[in-house]
């Protein structure tokens, strides 16, 4: 998992951990000094999106179904409105319903039936 924190000189960053370390202080990479404390402010809203690239060359939304159109995001506002719009909780980044992640991940053709929850015939 991704960990976010902040130095109080040098500003944001990530390491990558496992959860069993997650309370493992962690040296900022520019003066060293250990970060205690995770930085939730960030986490809140970043942690899930990919930290690949900045926020000017986009960052992926990953629930969404890689073709779906609203995936890439260019800044955190536009993050939150796409997670509210396909329903996915700003807390813990799933979705808040079955019938959202089917909408926001199963291509239209393959959704069968007027049940939303029905997909290719197989209603769970």
């Known amino acids: 998992m991704i960990y976010p924190y902040r130095c109080p000189e040098h500003g944001p960053f990530e ?34 999106v990919s930290t690949e690239g900045d926020w000017c060359s986009g960052k992926l939304v990953h629930q969404l179904h890689p073709k779906h159109p609203d995936r ?6 536009q993050m939150e409105q796409v997670y509210k719009k396909h329903g996915i909780s700003i807390d ?28 290719g015939g197989v209603d769970d």
């Not at 890439?72 to 506002?77: A, C, E, L, Q, Y």
């Not at 199963?106 to 997909?119: A, M, Y």
């Open 15 to 48: 390491v990558e951990k496992s959860m069993a370390d997650s309370d493992r202080p962690e040296p900022c990479p520019v003066c060293g000094v250990e970060q205690e404390e995770q930085d939730i402010t960030a986490k809140r809203v970043g942690g899930y």
């Open 72 to 77: 890439m995001v260019t800044s955190k506002r």
């Open 92 to 119: 813990t980044g799933k979705f808040e319903s079955k019938e959202a992640q089917i909408a926001a991940t199963v291509p239209r053709k393959l959704r069968t039936g007027k049940n939303p929850g029905v997909v």
